[in-house]
């Protein structure tokens, strides 16, 4: 581990340093760069090479589109009608739906080869060990399972917006939007959180008007400042409109029409209502009326404990509806334990599965643990935002001494050949220790860039260790190496 290590820089380092001396716009792909570095024929020959390795990459991406577009585009209701593209909105919702039954009976199949019982229906604590189950089509008689230890994943919902009342049909949430029975004309997307955003940017593609509108004056508040400013500018770019600091007061039906009403956010302050932070688009100095075909309310999820019967245990929830748990997942009652969105923490696939596989291990007497200041999060736009660990601004709070380092894609070479190059990675590091303590990526495939950060921090890595670390060339994974150079050394090659 090369936490903290000082000293002059090896060799091999210092003769990178000076090989990489330029003073050229930022150019993956121009071969003049480096010419003036070259010092002996091998350099030479290893520039020339690398800069041929990216004319495969630009081939192999067109030709797997021109195949896709041949032998798979149909089959996710991508359409050529008369040679202009359209889309099946039935054939995309059934590749969905055929996508998701996949995976569901997957797991079926794995609870038969592991052995366990999936009973269907609807569970009820009835003791520290016992669960009475209705059955799911309401149909037959309750059955009673006894077990030595119980443990309560009944996940999250939607929170209502009061004055916005949810039909699944004109006014949906995330399960109704996953299966409108056309693509608006226009759609107003209440929060702009990831599943606003992520659902917002499936409709805009589709060639829906969305307009987000966001209580706060900034979208994805978790995220570091730099990272979501720059998001999104990137979603107003691909043609979302943002009004933040906008409060929503109701919405009604009309018809196929929602009438949704809006006015400043109080904190927006006067004349507030979109302006903001972020730069959205300005908002009324007073109340509004919007006229769209569809609202999507996704302006958070609150934990899913009703009908359970805590109160039959002697268990109940916190003032965020939330099951408090020990270290442990153990709720006040010994034998039951919870875990997933309905206890305190991130509300993600990832975790609730991390937390179930440590809950079980230490219900069978094993050492489980899981460590949540590295638990990735990923919001899956185009291109995507992954992030783990600590906001610049978060780092500071906690007392570091803070440094970044940051990279664009598009000076990495394999965005540039595939022409996908919208964003850029930033690390936050400890400027004395120069432990990574945060990592941020915009990029396409950012969800899979994210691991390696993940991983370096589960191991308490220096961004000299993954900066060090051979990547793969042509990749995208380049770039987080590169910002990594710019975090440890201030020296990116490409940059
Ligand atoms: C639209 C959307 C997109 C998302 N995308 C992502 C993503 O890309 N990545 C990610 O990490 N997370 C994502 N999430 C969040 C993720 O789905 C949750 O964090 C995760 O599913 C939580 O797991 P869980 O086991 O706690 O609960 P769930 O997966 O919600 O499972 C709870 C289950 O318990 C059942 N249940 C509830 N009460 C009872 C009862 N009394 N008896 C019997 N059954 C009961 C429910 O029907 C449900 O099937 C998304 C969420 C939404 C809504």
Not at 166 to 188: F, H, N, Q, W, Y
Not at 320 to 337: A, C, K, L, N
Request: one cysteine or more.
């Amino acid at each position: 581990m090369r936490v903290g290590a000082s000293g002059p820089p090896p060799p091999h380092r210092a003769a990178r340093a000076r090989a990489i001396k330029h003073t050229s716009p930022p150019n993956p792909t121009s071969h003049t760069l480096h010419t003036h570095t070259h010092t002996n024929a091998n350099t030479h020959t290893h520039i020339h090479n690398r800069k041929n390795r990216k004319q495969p990459q630009a081939l192999l991406n067109s030709s797997h589109k021109f195949y896709d577009a041949q032998k798979h585009f149909a089959d996710y209701g991508v359409t050529f009608p008369g040679g202009a593209v359209g889309f099946d909105w039935s054939a995309m919702q059934k590749q969905k739906d055929d996508a998701v039954s996949g995976l569901t009976k997957g797991i079926e199949g794995l609870f038969k080869k592991n052995k366990v019982e999936y009973v269907r229906g609807w569970g009820t604590l009835a003791g520290p060990n016992t669960v009475e189950v209705s059955p799911a089509d309401g149909d037959g008689a309750k059955r009673t399972i006894e077990a030595k230890n119980i443990l309560i994943a009944t996940g999250s919902e939607v929170t209502p917006l009061p004055g916005v009342p949810i039909d699944e049909e004109r006014i949906v949430s995330s399960t109704g939007a996953l299966r409108l029975k056309e693509v608006p004309k226009d759609m107003v997307v209440i929060g702009g959180g990831v599943i606003g955003l992520e659902m917002g940017s499936v409709y805009a593609r589709l060639g829906a008007k969305v307009t987000v509108v966001e209580f706060s004056d900034t979208i994805c508040p978790f995220m570091d400042a730099e990272m979501r400013r720059n998001f999104q500018r990137v979603l107003q770019k691909q043609g979302m409109d943002f009004r933040l600091g906008t409060k929503v007061a109701g919405a009604r039906r009309e018809g196929d029409k929602v009438v949704l009403s809006v006015e400043p956010a109080p904190k927006a302050g006067g004349g507030g209502g979109g302006g903001g932070k972020g730069g959205g688009k300005k908002g009324a100095a007073g109340p509004e009326e919007l006229v769209v075909d569809v609202v999507l309310v996704s302006a958070g999820r609150r934990p899913f404990t009703e009908g359970l019967g805590l109160d039959k245990v002697g268990l109940e929830t916190n003032k965020r509806g939330q099951i408090e748990v020990d270290d442990h997942f153990r709720t006040r009652v010994p034998s039951i334990y919870a875990i997933g969105d309905v206890v305190p923490g991130p509300m993600l696939a990832h975790k609730a599965e991390e937390d179930g596989v440590a809950a079980v291990e230490i219900m069978a007497g094993k050492p489980g643990h899981v460590n949540y200041n590295t638990v990735p999060s990923i919001v899956y736009t185009h291109p995507e935002v992954a992030s783990v660990g600590l906001t610049e601004e978060q780092a500071k709070e906690a007392g570091h001494q803070v440094k970044t380092g940051k990279f664009s894609m598009m000076a990495n070479s394999r965005a540039r050949a595939v022409g996908d190059a919208e964003g850029l990675v930033k690390l936050v590091a400890d400027a004395k220790t120069d432990k990574l303590l945060g990592a941020w990526i915009m990029a396409a495939n950012a969800g899979e860039l994210i691991q390696e950060c993940v991983l370096a921090m589960e191991y308490g890595a220096s961004t000299e260790d993954i900066a060090r670390t051979c990547h793969g060339h042509p990749t995208l994974s380049e770039a987080v190496k590169e910002a990594a150079m710019a975090t440890s050394t201030g020296k990116p090659i490409h940059m």
